[in-house]
């Protein structure tokens, strides 16, 4: 099978295109024929180390899977060969997306949802988990609380504000001028410019000065510092990005701030979750780009170099 392998930690040189045996299914387990993966921002951190205690080289590396079952395992009830699935792989165990085939435990896949082509799954299966993880099983957003989402053109932010509104929170995000049109149609409530506008300032406005009930942090720098300052009583801050600066979260104490730091668990339950909301039409992720297996180092730069004009995420097209 075709695979794009990294070689060694660093810049998108360091993959290269390879011919590897197809992997072997064992019992329990289900052996897909990839399609489509995708390519996230964990995806360009492991290429350049910062995960390098976790990851041994050579490598296959990539999260997100959408394809066709070609065989299962002894023990495997739920599948059979020719059922479409998606899910994402282990993260740090084993062999990653980047592949012509993979073998997973029948545990983490989920059929997928039909309404979805196979690109648009695979763009949707780790974000989507992080998302669900992180508004749903952590901050238990509820009908009717409201919500600030930084970052909401991105691939986790498109998704969370489409899975808050599912949910019955009022959305204010946070956005660059040229997305304001896009996160609109995603259903968000309050949509705040923050180039041109102080985005704590807005958000006291927009509340009344009551601040938001849980703030979804996908941009990192002292976003965990700041957010108390436009927190309700007893809000919620859930982060999914890197501690990479110190900070002082004493106005959290003032608030009797919760936090939490997610980093995805794989399960089938938060796909079937997902798919339920997709086929109910409140859920559709938005592919910016479509890149080919050989082109990933492509697809990594466009995204680790945050390209204007990029919205959502991109897909790789495995078969084509």
């Keep these: 099978m075709r695979a794009m392998v990294l070689d060694s930690f660093g810049g998108i040189d360091n993959f290269r295109e390879v011919i590897l045996p197809k992997p072997t299914v064992g019992a329990g387990q289900v052996l897909v024929k990839v399609h489509a993966t995708s390519v996230n921002p964990l995806d360009f951190q492991v290429r350049r180390g910062d995960y390098k205690d976790y990851v041994s080289l050579p490598a296959v590396t990539g999260h997100d899977i959408s394809g066709v079952i070609e065989a299962v395992g002894d023990g495997v009830t739920t599948f059979k060969p020719g059922d479409e699935v998606w899910y994402t792989p282990e993260i740090f165990v084993g062999q990653g997306s980047y592949a012509e085939y993979h073998v997973a435990n029948e545990s983490i896949v989920g059929i997928k949802p039909y309404s979805l082509s196979h690109k648009e799954a695979a763009a949707l299966s780790l974000v989507g988990g992080t998302v669900w993880e992180a508004l749903i099983t952590r901050a238990n957003l509820q009908v009717g609380e409201s ?170 097209d495995v078969i084509s």
């Design 147 to 316: 919500i600030l989402i930084h970052g909401g053109a991105g691939g986790v932010g498109h998704i969370a504000i489409q899975v808050a509104k599912a949910a019955g929170a009022r959305v204010i995000t946070t956005v660059s001028s040229h997305n304001i049109d896009f996160v609109r149609s995603l259903g968000a409530d309050v949509i705040i410019d923050y180039k041109q506008s102080d985005y704590i300032e807005a958000v006291l406005r927009a509340t009344d000065g009551n601040g938001v009930n849980v703030v979804l942090d996908t941009v990192g720098g002292d976003t965990l510092a700041k957010s108390p300052l436009v927190l309700a009583q007893l809000g919620r801050v859930v982060s999914i990005v890197d501690i990479n600066i110190p900070q002082n979260l004493i106005e959290a104490w003032g608030r009797n701030a919760c936090y939490h730091f997610v980093f995805t668990r794989q399960n089938r339950g938060k796909l079937d979750e997902l798919s339920s909301l997709v086929e109910r039409g409140q859920l559709k992720p938005h592919i910016g780009a479509t890149y080919m297996l050989s082109e990933v180092g492509l697809a990594h730069a466009r995204l680790e170099q945050k390209a204007n004009g990029l919205r959502g995420k991109i897909a790789i």
